[in-house]
């Protein structure tokens, strides 16, 4: 039972999953490479992998505390696609809950909308048709001779 709820919910929420998974990636990618070109170098502050993955933590989160630092190019170039990556993540995230709330505010519309319209049956929306019809088929000299 407890599976079948993960699998529902791993199901229904595959663009977060995605989303976290890909997050998790460059977290762990930005921070083994900035450690890389870092540790070193000297002048350099990133000098342990747990500095180098708080460091790729804060800066995707786009936090940027500046306690710790890449100084080489090539940490700097890492850094950058690590913004960029922390905005883009950010910015898919927020649009994909704009886009569920927004069809969630939807189908609450369309199912109101519809239940609505079946207000009156078939049979009273023919009846009312016909009866239109009738009125607008007649005169005014039909009008005018029924009411004397």
Request: charged fraction near 20%.
């Given at each position: 039972?407890a599976?079948?709820?993960?699998?529902?919910?791993?199901?229904?929420?595959?663009?977060?999953i995605?989303?976290?998974?890909?997050?998790s990636l460059?977290?762990v990618?930005?921070g083994?490479?900035?450690y890389?070109?870092?540790?070193?170098?000297t002048?350099?502050?990133?000098?342990n992998?747990a500095d180098?993955?708080?460091?790729?933590v804060?800066?995707i989160?786009t936090?940027?505390y500046?306690?710790?630092?890449p100084?080489t190019?090539?940490g700097?170039?890492i850094?950058?696609f690590?913004?960029?990556?922390?905005i883009?993540?950010?910015?898919?995230?927020v649009?994909?809950l704009?886009?569920?709330?927004?069809?969630?505010?939807?189908?609450?519309?369309?199912?109101?909308?519809?239940?609505?319209?079946?207000?009156?049956?078939?049979?009273?929306?023919i009846?009312?048709?016909?009866k239109?019809?009738?009125?607008?088929s007649?005169?005014?000299?039909?009008?005018?001779t029924?009411?004397?």
């Amino acid at each position: 039972m407890a599976n079948n709820h993960l699998y529902m919910l791993a199901k229904t929420n595959i663009d977060v999953i995605i989303l976290l998974i890909l997050g998790s990636l460059i977290v762990v990618f930005g921070g083994i490479a900035v450690y890389l070109v870092e540790h070193e170098h000297t002048g350099a502050n990133i000098t342990n992998l747990a500095d180098s993955f708080w460091w790729a933590v804060v800066t995707i989160a786009t936090v940027g505390y500046g306690d710790y630092y890449p100084v080489t190019a090539a940490g700097r170039i890492i850094a950058i696609f690590m913004m960029l990556s922390g905005i883009g993540i950010f910015a898919t995230f927020v649009s994909m809950l704009a886009h569920r709330r927004l069809q969630r505010a939807e189908l609450r519309l369309k199912s109101k909308t519809e239940a609505r319209s079946d207000v009156l049956g078939y049979g009273t929306k023919i009846e009312l048709k016909n009866k239109i019809d009738v009125i607008e088929s007649l005169t005014e000299e039909d009008f005018d001779t029924s009411l004397l």
